[in-house]
């Protein structure tokens, strides 16, 4: 086994390919590691994959993935994480952002002192305010929602135990929050190092502003998946338990209210001309669907091929 497997994303990224190949393979061999790198080729159309073939012709360490269209960089991570053989699996960007010589900390920090996961923060950035303040609000949003204190979860540069990435599976946009992914599977180790952010040098960015609306989606469905996947019921069986209860009570509230308002001989409205009326009617469709819906859940998570697979860590 290889002592770190690095997986790089890349989209049109040509002009700084061979730049990257060359920083990395100087760290790795004044370190003496062994090593692979895979470029994944997600669907460039520009000469990516030309340029791929060129390093792997020259460098027996080289490997690449070339997709037949673009799927995104989770995607990409996936296909990478599949396919590497390292001890240490390291991933960071093709642009140049980020920094080889970050390598050797990295690699220590899981290897030395334990950790399954170790993120890294760029602390300095060299992005302009439109990207740094939605970015911090979304690191404070995932924090608390997930519990890890991390301050920069969408870094593209992270170490891996080879264990982390063998069993997870990231999809759709969640490369942003592999480390909560992580955790949902039972790797609670994750750690942060501070590492160094260069500005871009060759090209623009792959990622527009919608990636800000992406990425809170996705942490709700991180969020979700990874607490009720296997007990859906508990989550809309509650809200459909409670709503339902709202609705029942005020409409018994109406009643009563007319009923004592009839003993008494006082005047009074009819229940359907209360708009309190309608309000618990609707309360009660909702809660009767949301309960049903558990229950649909219920069947497709007992049905599952994957209803009881669990990560073991360890047998005696």
Known sequence: MKDISIVVPSYNEDESLPELEAWIARVMQENNFSYEVLFIDDGSTDRTWKVIEELEAKNENVRGVKFRRNYGKSAALNVGFEAAQGR???????????????????????????????????????????????????????????????????????????DVVKSIEVYGEMHRYVPVIAKWAGFKKIGEQVVEHRARQYGTTKFGMSR???GFLDLLSIFFVGKFSKRPMHFFGAMGVLSFMIGFVMTLWLLIDKLVAIARHETYRDVTNNPLFYISLIAIVIGFQLFLTGFLAELIARNSPERNVYQIEKEV
């Open 212 to 214: 800000f609306m992406n």
């Open 88 to 162: 240490v699996v390291i991933t960071m960007d093709a642009d140049l952002q980020d920094s080889p010589d970050e390598i050797p900390g990295l690699y220590n920090k899981i290897v030395k002192e334990g950790y399954d996961l170790v993120s890294g923060w760029k602390k300095k950035r060299y992005d302009p305010i439109t990207k740094t303040i939605p970015t911090k609000f979304f690191n404070a949003a995932t924090r608390r929602m997930s519990g890890i204190q991390l301050n920069d979860f969408n870094c593209g540069l992270k170490a891996y135990r080879s």
